[in-house]
């Protein structure tokens, strides 16, 4: 069932459209319904695609606005703040945004941490893009 669940949400999580997007974005931050494991970093890397990025752009802030009522085990947490920072989406207001939350103590040390090592990647993305 859990299988059958998860290849679900990764096919609605390829999918461009704003339904789809809502409904693993409610299923990472509303129902707590992705477990811990691999394929939850896949399922993020899934979610944002880079061709979509017009489509994600609202999702990039939610993001940083989701890191403060996260819910659950560390280990779900920690999963879920890697794998939904939107590398595929993230655009130079975002990366300035996500730089100014690493430094925001209500966040968790662990959250604070993959902020700026993500930033860090995606501030390279950013960059070999423009060149």
Avoid at 13 to 41: C, G, I, M, N, Q
Avoid at 83 to 99: I, K, Q, R, T
């Amino acid at each position: 069932m859990l299988f059958r669940s998860m290849r679900r949400l990764a096919v609605l999580a390829a999918h461009p459209t704003l339904e789809a997007k809502e409904e693993v974005w409610k299923a990472f931050f509303v129902d707590y319904a992705v477990p811990a494991s691999r394929e939850t970093l896949v399922l993020g890397s899934t979610f944002w695609r880079p061709g979509q990025a017009e489509l994600l752009a609202p999702f990039t802030h939610r993001y940083l606005e989701e890191l403060h009522t996260l819910k659950g085990g560390l280990l779900n947490q920690g999963l879920t703040v890697r794998a939904m920072f939107p590398l595929g989406a993230g655009d130079e207001a975002f990366l300035a945004a996500a730089e100014e939350a690493a430094d925001d103590t209500r966040l968790s040390a662990y959250a604070r941490n993959q902020l700026r090592s993500n930033s860090f990647v995606l501030g390279r993305i950013l960059a070999a893009r423009r060149l």
